[in-house]
């Protein structure tokens, strides 16, 4: 034995003798410098090195596997690491070049690393033998020609009895335990230095480009530029496909692919839409083979549209696309913010000419024409008057806002290459259209607009009352009135002309209105008083005569027995002491009361209002 001892020592090589004590100062010094975690990576890949040199220098001696395991633990003991060590268990090699341990554990009797560690640091939370444990580690993987790591699993230096090991392959730890010996594999600090310089570079490259990109955007935006020349500055900074969408997903701009391939791409992967990373409001989804980038854009803090990086086929992103992307949303939301001030200041000036038009507040036309020329230089006939109401189911208790109705309206209209002025009066929206030369046009565009604006708001119904065409405005209260009456006449469509009322419309142009008022007064008497009573009757006699008199239609539309049908209508006629069955006073009746809700003066509903 005295001369296996004998040949651990090599006398070519110089010998540095370092006490316990100093290396425990060394020790102290690397955690004091190094922190805790940085110092046992390195004190364990110390350890290692120094047991795979120790193993190939024993290898040079003696190549026997069966002596260079005896020697381990003499080694441990001869170089003043441990008083003993107790081990058992032995490890073999397999056939495909593996190795496999069986109970290959032991105990360090007096371990010098834990002594140092309760020196210079107290009880630790760990087992904290580095060193021992990264020497026999490195020792036992030279020999055995594999990964080997040996494990402390109780130490001295954290309140244990004794020092404890257990030895096995990197594949046994990391498989069956699930343990993580990444530590030996981990950078020397040289290396985490350059790679720490590599990756500030990277980050100061980066910052240099968003700095770039932001500025430019600015500038974008602080000259009042476009929309569209902000998303192309975008694009060419970047060369990624942008695409703006309000929140119905239609296109509001799209920059760097066609907007059929655009199309095509959302439409055939509808259903395969897969999120893959969501950072702070911004989501990174699969859509088939391509991915899309997507972030909203807020506008005074209500969602206004998204905004989108299209990645087609196997275009490369960037972990960082998404700060590009979250600037590029905000100068979008700044450069929508604009459009919209210049939007209502131009629409402010439109509503209140129309409404000193609607009110009579001009001395003449020309006082109108030149004004508009600021905000539409094509004001020029015919003209088309347009009277629309906004209105909720009764169970909705959200006010309608008119003011954001008409702006609504004004940009379909604009959108759709309708010209006009729009304004409040009372509680609709007039619109006045000019230009409109060819009418079956006009009509088409407007069926398109308010189909459009029911998409954008599906709790509201829209009906409109279309005057006329006429050619001068010096005739605008006339055709307004149009527009009213084809609006209040009683029918279920969206859009009525007034044409299209007949000879009703043709009554009403002449018709002296207080005239009319008191012949109704007259001829249905206390029907058009006050009272729920008097209401129901009313209404039960328009449904009557607007049936022709069938009882059951009126019964199906009222929801009563043909009994309840025959009391309401000769009870009826004993108020207003005329006969329902005579063709002649029906007529007279239905078209009185139809020319009541022409003009407004009477509300046709369940429960009419006079």
Not at 27 to 43: C, E, P, Q, S
Not at 256 to 272: A, D, F, M, V, W
């Amino acid at each position: 034995m005295n001369n296996q001892i004998d040949h651990i020592y090599n006398p070519s090589l110089s010998n540095i003798v370092i006490t316990s004590h100093s290396f425990g100062l060394l020790r102290k010094a690397l955690f004091d410098n190094l922190g805790k975690n940085k110092a046992k990576g390195f004190l364990m890949r110390f350890g290692r090195d120094l047991g795979t040199n120790k193993a190939k220098e024993m290898i040079s001696v003696n190549k026997s596997h069966e002596y260079l395991v005896e020697m381990s633990t003499i080694i441990h003991i001869q170089l003043g690491h441990v008083s003993a060590v107790e081990k058992t268990g032995k490890g073999r090699f397999l056939e495909n070049n593996k190795v496999e341990f069986t109970d290959a554990i032991g105990k360090w009797i007096d371990s010098f690393e834990a002594k140092l560690h309760l020196e210079n640091h107290g009880l630790s939370d760990e087992c904290s033998c580095y060193v021992l444990s990264g020497y026999a580690s490195g020792y036992m993987s030279e020999i055995y020609h594999a990964d080997i790591f040996v494990k402390e699993f109780t130490c001295r230096a954290k309140g244990d009895a004794d020092c404890t090991f257990e030895v096995n392959t990197r594949e046994y730890w990391e498989q069956n335990l699930g343990e993580d010996v990444a530590i030996y594999d981990d950078q020397t600090i040289l290396d985490e230095l350059e790679d720490t310089y590599d990756q500030l570079l990277l980050k100061n490259q980066l910052l240099d480009k968003i700095t770039n990109y932001h500025n430019k955007l600015t500038d974008c935006v602080a000259q009042e530029r476009a929309l569209e020349h902000v998303i192309r500055t975008a694009f060419e900074i970047l060369n990624i496909p942008i695409v703006i969408e309000d929140l119905n997903k239609n296109i509001i701009i799209l920059y760097g692919t066609e907007r059929n391939t655009y199309q095509k791409l959302i439409k055939h992967n509808k259903k395969t839409n897969r999120t893959i990373e969501t950072r702070n409001r911004t989501t990174y989804e699969q859509i088939g083979q391509s991915y899309i980038m997507t972030t909203p854009i807020y506008l005074e803090n209500k969602l206004f549209a998204k905004c989108s990086f299209i990645y087609l086929d196997a275009q490369i992103t960037d972990e960082n696309d998404y700060l590009f992307l979250e600037r590029l949303a905000t100068a979008s939301a700044l450069c929508f913010l604009n459009e919209k001030i210049s939007f209502e200041t131009a629409e402010r000036l439109k509503i209140s000419i129309l409404d000193r038009l609607i009110n009579k507040q001009i001395s003449s036309i020309t006082e109108i024409t030149s004004q508009l020329k600021y905000v539409s230089p094509k004001l020029r006939g015919p003209f088309i008057t347009l009277s629309m109401k906004c209105e909720t189911p009764k169970n909705h208790l959200k006010p309608i806002d008119l003011y954001d109705q008409l702006l609504q309206f004004s940009k379909i209209l604009k959108y759709y290459l309708i010209e006009s002025l729009l304004s409040q009066h009372r509680d609709e929206i007039v619109i006045l259209v000019f230009s409109a030369k060819d009418v079956s046009s006009f009509l088409k565009s407007m069926n398109l607009v308010l189909v459009q604006t029911e998409k954008n708001n599906p709790d509201i119904q829209y009906k409109v009352g279309i005057s006329q065409p006429f050619h001068d405005l010096n005739q605008f209260d006339a055709f307004l009135k149009q527009a009213e009456q084809a609006l209040h006449f009683p029918r279920l469509q969206k859009m009525i002309r007034f044409d299209e009322i007949g000879f009703l419309g043709t009554l009403l142009q002449g018709a002296n209105m207080n005239s009319l008022k008191e012949i109704a007064r007259k001829e249905l008497s206390l029907l058009l008083e006050p009272g729920e009573k008097y209401k129901e009757l009313l209404y039960t006699l328009y449904i009557y005569l607007v049936n022709g008199g069938k009882l059951e239609k009126t019964m199906q539309d009222l929801s009563l027995s043909i009994g309840g049908i025959q009391y309401r209508v000769h009870k009826i006629e004993e108020i207003i002491q005329k006969d329902l069955r005579n063709f002649p006073t029906a007529s007279y009746l239905l078209l009185l009361i139809e020319a009541l809700i022409a003009t407004g003066d009477l509300k046709m509903e369940r429960e009419p209002l006079f």
